[in-house]
């Protein structure tokens, strides 16, 4: 890892994950990457709950075990109970769910299929203003990424039991 991409993760409250260093082998993108992924992180309007939810979702949709280990940690950490977790695949018929965070996964899936339909954004509009349904699209555009990124690129999860980006 170059030393200024882990200064800079820990400025925000990260650490190197296998992810980075697979990375750092193109610095420059390394640096754009920390930078964009930890705005999504950091700086939305919506609930980290609720982009966790959409992060994990993805992850077991595209069967991605690195996203699922890091991101179920950190969903739990963001007031995701372990019951709705494992409700988590079948969430339309879940009673777990509200009505926007609802539109938030049908919204993931419909991202993660590369096509959403009108019913889908009129239903993510009902629950979201504007500035938010930007935000929850640069979420689930990322996290539709991150898992082909790291097969593509056949990043290991963590040895040493490293459940977290974050420090």
Known sequence: ??????????????????????????????????????????????????????IVLGALRLDCAYELTHHRHLAVTHGVSKEELEALSEWRTARFFSAPEQAALAFMEAMLQGTVPDAVAGELAAHFDAAERVELALTAGLYCMVPRVLDALRVPLESDGTTSPEG
């Open 1 to 54: 890892m170059p030393a200024e991409a882990e200064a800079r993760l820990a400025a925000l409250g990260g650490r190197p994950v296998n992810l980075y260093r697979a990375l750092a082998n193109q610095p420059e993108l390394l640096s754009a990457w920390i930078e964009f992924a930890w705005a999504v992180r950091l700086r939305p309007r919506t609930s980290r709950r609720l982009r966790e939810l959409m």
